[in-house]
């Protein structure tokens, strides 16, 4: 309820989506209701109000839905209701799929999508040119962020979000940390009566056609599930709302090889089609393309046995493997309507899941070298609104994100002595054959890096002002985050080599049989790091009504970008030429923290981060049916 000032002007703030009722009394004139006004996340919904001279009893009731037109803020983007994320068909029944309906979103490419794997499942798509990194997500007003790979960390289950939406463009200065958009997820709240639903969506391979590269239908099984519940706790003061999904996957995946043939894995190369040449010998052919096998390297005969005979051709291998993709997730939302004047929110999320991968982004093509990755997430997130006039209104919310990721880790856990090496692994998680890249052929082995294990913690609070004087709206607020990233990363644990098709002679599996490398490489040292970082951010907008159908918008963002610091200082920076104090021992132009010019953080704070905002939004006709906008702003 409120009262609106001497020139009409009124404005309801912090309404949480949804289906809205306005109706307006005022003595002397006739009673005035609208419904249903629909309310989404991060709007501002313009409703001008005619009130006419009326005799006793007369009214005005407006009760068809009208097409909402922002007429108020110059902001580019488009809402996702509840209903569009149930009804519209999702495959896997992820929410960020949605974002493709609007103009400037673009999936990730094919390519990246695939060579990524497992650490580009969470960002979605990519914005006016940005990169896919360079999205923020918010969940309930507080960062969703997968710090070390961007995107989401964690997806909630389309079942538990009211609406959602993209800020694509120009957003206003209350919105930072990103140059390319901002989304922004909305979970559904319980109300005074009981609802629930229970789902069950299933896919297979009963009705799917046969992928041209495999011999059959590839193997397909996929279940997701869940239930939810919301209700009243204490009517019109406490509500819940809860939810459980799982998802199960098996999905088949065909993948192709090139390998040598069985006669070139006893040494015959006359298959080949041209002289197999001793380089090592000045430059001769082998006789008859033989390689005898007293020339060969023992150890590299245990290597070749790696892989397989082609059963497509003689160098041609093609199987159909299955990876594995399982994941659980629950939450829980509680709201409080303490009083009129301040309500509380809170809300626990937790997401588990594991993907075993036959074929390692990282590694070979061919199997026998499966990976395993896993991941949890927590969010937990509080806030209260406190409305201290109805000009005067203050939010305030805090909130924990911990989201744990091991990826890569090696299934085969073959160690390099059993093949016949003289030398361990690296890595105790990532101990498994090495890896073999032979020009010409598909390499053969266990992933080149990883495994790669990384914890990370984000605290965040944040707080924002609003008061409304007149025909202005003007909203102030500040926020902090403190991000803590513990990360292990492998780097070749098991070695990797190289064979050429060069020397000695011009094969590479030849190569291969002789022991002869060109390159090996073992990544050895710890390459633990404990990563910090923290950043703040202030701002101040105004939302001015400067005429009955135009309205300014303008303000101004300030942040302090810093770079990541290690608790050890083990972070190098390279400057040509110059020795490092710190470690004297290392390589020219390799510097450390404490070196003369080097900061913690190696790039130094960054303390202009000034984000000047402004924009219009003209309403040509006064009718609100359509809008002319345009802004300016600086991003980081």
């Known amino acids: 309820t409120q009262k609106s000032d001497t020139d009409g002007f009124y404005r309801l703030v912090q309404l949480g989506v949804g289906h809205y009722l306005l109706s307006v009394d005022a003595p002397g004139f006739g009673h005035f209701s609208q419904s249903p006004i629909d309310i989404t996340v991060s709007q501002t919904s313009r409703i001008d109000i005619p009130l006419t001279l009326a005799s006793i009893n007369e009214s005005v009731e407006i009760t068809e839905r009208v097409a909402s037109i922002d007429t108020s803020t110059n902001t580019l983007g488009k809402v996702v209701s509840g209903r569009e994320v149930l009804d519209l068909p999702l495959n896997g029944r992820n929410f960020a799929q949605l974002g493709l309906l609007q103009a400037g979103v673009a999936p990730l490419s094919a390519g990246l999508a695939t060579e990524g794997g497992s650490l580009r499942a969470g960002q979605s798509y990519a ?141 015959d190369f006359s298959g080949i089609g041209h002289p197999l040449i001793n380089f090592a010998a000045g430059g001769v052919p082998f006789p008859n393309n033989q390689i005898p096998p007293a020339a060969f390297n023992p150890v590299a005969v245990n290597v070749s046995k790696l892989y397989p005979s082609g059963n497509v051709t003689p160098s041609i291998y093609t199987a159909t493997v299955v990876g594995t993709n399982n994941d659980n997730q629950v939450g829980i939302r509680l709201d409080l309507h303490q009083s009129d004047k301040s309500q509380y929110f809170g809300r626990y999320s937790y997401f588990t899941g594991y993907n075993i991968n036959p074929v390692s982004v990282r590694g070979s093509d061919l199997p026998g070298f499966p990976t395993r990755d896993d991941f949890a997430a927590h969010s937990i997130v509080g806030s209260n609104t406190h409305i201290f006039s109805s000009s005067m209104i203050n939010a305030f919310e805090g909130s924990f994100l911990r989201y744990q990721f091991l990826f890569d880790q090696r299934l085969n856990r073959t160690p390099p002595r059993s093949l016949g090496f003289d030398y361990d692994s690296a890595s105790s998680i990532g101990q498994g054959p090495p890896f073999f890249n032979l020009s010409g052929y598909s390499p053969i082995g266990g992933a080149i890096t990883g495994p790669r294990t990384s914890v990370q913690n984000t605290y965040e609070v944040h707080d924002g002002f609003s008061w409304f004087q007149g025909d202005h709206s003007i909203k102030v607020g500040g926020e902090f985050r403190r991000n803590q990233m513990n990360l292990f990363q492998s780097i070749a644990p098991n070695a990797f080599f190289i064979f050429a098709s060069s020397f000695p002679t011009n094969d590479a599996f030849a190569n291969l049989l002789l022991g002869a490398p060109v390159v090996f490489y073992q990544g050895r040292g710890d390459f633990t790091r404990y990563v910090r970082n923290w950043g703040a951010g202030t701002y101040f907008q105004d939302e001015w009504r ?71 939004v003209w309403d040509p006709t006064g009718a609100g049916r359509w809008a002319i906008r345009s802004s300016y702003g600086i991003f980081y």
Not at 552 to 572: K, V
Not at 595 to 611: E, L, N, Q, V
């Open 127 to 267: 914005v006016n040119g940005q990169r896919p990194e360079a999205n923020n997500f918010l969940l309930d007003g507080v960062q969703n962020v997968n710090r070390m790979d961007g995107g989401f960390a964690l997806k909630i289950p389309i079942d538990a979000i009211a609406e959602f939406r993209i800020l694509t463009n120009t957003a206003p200065p209350e919105y930072g940390a990103n140059t390319g958009s901002t989304t922004s997820v909305v979970t559904r709240a319980g109300g005074n009566q009981v609802h629930g639903t229970a789902y069950e969506f299933f896919r297979n391979d009963a009705l799917d056609t046969r992928n041209y590269f495999s011999s059959a239908v590839e193997p397909l099984k996929q279940n997701q599930f869940g239930v939810t519940a919301g209700g009243p706790i204490r009517t019109d003061r406490l509500f819940f709302f809860t939810y459980f999904e799982g998802f199960r996957n098996r999905q088949g995946i065909t993948t192709s090889a090139t390998v040598p043939t069985d006669a070139e894995k006893s040494g």
């Open 546 to 616: 400067a005429g009955s159908r135009l309205a300014i918008n303008y303000g101004m963002r300030y942040e302090i970008i810093n770079p990541n610091t290690e608790t050890r200082n083990r972070l190098n920076a390279f400057v040509p030429g110059v020795q490092s104090h710190v470690m004297p021992n290392a390589p020219t132009g390799v510097l450390f923290p404490g070196d003369p010019g080097i900061s913690r953080g190696i790039a130094h704070s960054y303390y202009k981060g000034f984000m000047p905002r402004v924009g219009f």
